[in-house]
């Protein structure tokens, strides 16, 4: 159905799962990763738990995709018969991603390219794609995709726990999240982004079961009264948490449409370190 010819382009930080991504054909645009004897790609060539077991030694760096890479995948969507790019990168405030392949975008003549920051990291904006995807399969043109993905920036929210502040404190990723007693005081703080596309704290509970009750008591504020709706685990060395999220949301929230389940990307392993337990949330039209 896809009669513009538009091609779906994600960061790796999205982390849209692989077998929707193959379903929908999509293409991503790798973070990298650096330690100090070399550069990896965001899950190409290095995996989550790889980090995990480096960290006690390392705390690599990411970065965004280079100029290089981003050409050479525009250049294959072109050769691929493609007219048009939609790309959907993390947060412009978390992230130069969003900003590099917009530049890059106005250079090319040979393709019509927009870039959304979805003002979410993770799953959050991974969502942001896979909606854009079934829009596409439905028929919706260039213009109204572009115009309903951008409304629909608000509708989409991700909710986070670490176990601890200290990775995001290192990676300089902190944003509006107070740090210095929350450790001290085993105060758990729930993490999103705000309109900025920034973290910020939105509740803070004393100890990890009831920051993740309270998860699900904001999960509930956000949904309301809405009829349909999209959820999605996303864990960072915390299955089993994680699989017992998922059986509750499930409880919560019987008419749910979906709820995906993953393990975060490498690149964001690093800004969390390892007990990284999200939701992502997103409102669907009535």
Known sequence: MNKDKVALLVDSGTDVPADIMEQYGMYMLPLQIIYKDRTYTDKIDISAEEIYARLPQEIPSTSLPDGEAIGAIFDQIKADGFEKVFAVTISSGLSGTFNVVRLLGEQRTDLEVFVLDTKNIGIGAGLQAIRAAELLSDGADWMQLKTQLTNEVPRNKVLFNVATLEYLQKGGRIGLVASILGNALKLNPIISCNEEG?????????????????????????????????????????????????????????????????????????????????????????
């Open 198 to 286: 920034i973290y910020h704290t939105v509740a803070k509970s004393r100890g990890r079961k009831k920051s993740l009750e309270k998860t699900v008591e904001l999960i509930k504020q956000f949904v309301g009264d809405h009829p349909h709706v999209r959820l999605a685990v996303a864990q960072g060395d915390a299955l089993q948490e994680a699989k017992e999220m998922k059986t509750r949301l499930e409880a919560e929230f019987p008419k749910v449409k979906e709820i995906l389940f993953g393990q975060i990307s490498p690149a964001l392993v690093v800004h969390t370190g390892p007990g990284l337990l999200g939701i992502g949330v997103q409102l669907l039209e009535d």
